[in-house]
């Protein structure tokens, strides 16, 4: 017996629709990467992008657990000298929602060129509606 090995050119990649409302962050970022990498199919191969397109609406109703909205904080550098700048998670939910949960979801890809190009299939939007009604996507519960 052999064993298989998925080409990228013979994946067949869907669209799933996933509600956040009233989501756990790292619960939901967790199970949107595994579904972005292709974990969920019997024909995972870790070299080839066999994941799907995911739809993610109402990102601004999740919820964090414990203090986190008010103890997390997010970093970055401006690239100048002292440049470092950070933000605290409530007031990242209240301003762009749809980053800290990209932030969330890419911090449990791959980081290589891969796990760039699964990012890519990550949509996010802030209500319930999404222009990607023509690619007829499947409804998801976590």
């Given at each position: 017996?052999?064993?298989?090995?998925?080409?990228?050119?013979?994946?067949?990649?869907?669209?799933?629709?996933?509600?956040?409302?009233?989501?756990?962050?790292?619960?939901?970022?967790?199970?949107?990467?595994?579904?972005?990498?292709?974990?969920?199919?019997?024909?995972?191969?870790?070299?080839?992008?066999?994941?799907?397109?995911?739809?993610?609406?109402?990102?601004?109703?999740?919820?964090?657990t414990?203090?986190?909205l008010?103890?997390?904080?997010?970093?970055?550098?401006?690239?100048?000298?002292?440049?470092?700048?950070?933000?605290?998670?409530?007031?990242?939910?209240?301003?762009?929602?749809?980053?800290?949960?990209?932030?969330?979801?890419?911090?449990?890809?791959?980081?290589?060129?891969?796990?760039?190009?699964?990012?890519?299939?990550?949509?996010?939007?802030?209500?319930?509606?999404?222009?990607?009604?023509?690619?007829?996507?499947?409804?998801?519960?976590?």
């Amino acid at each position: 017996m052999k064993t298989y090995s998925a080409k990228p050119g013979e994946v067949e990649q869907g669209w799933y629709v996933i509600d956040l409302a009233g989501q756990h962050v790292g619960r939901a970022a967790a199970k949107v990467a595994s579904i972005l990498r292709g974990k969920h199919r019997p024909t995972y191969t870790p070299h080839v992008d066999t994941g799907e397109f995911v739809i993610v609406v109402n990102v601004d109703k999740m919820v964090f657990t414990g203090n986190k909205l008010h103890d997390k904080k997010y970093y970055h550098h401006t690239g100048y000298v002292g440049g470092i700048k950070e933000i605290s998670a409530e007031k990242l939910m209240a301003t762009k929602p749809e980053d800290l949960f990209k932030m969330a979801v890419k911090g449990m890809l791959p980081k290589n060129t891969l796990g760039r190009n699964m990012l890519s299939k990550l949509k996010i939007y802030r209500g319930s509606e999404h222009p990607h009604a023509a690619q007829q996507p499947k409804s998801i519960s976590l």
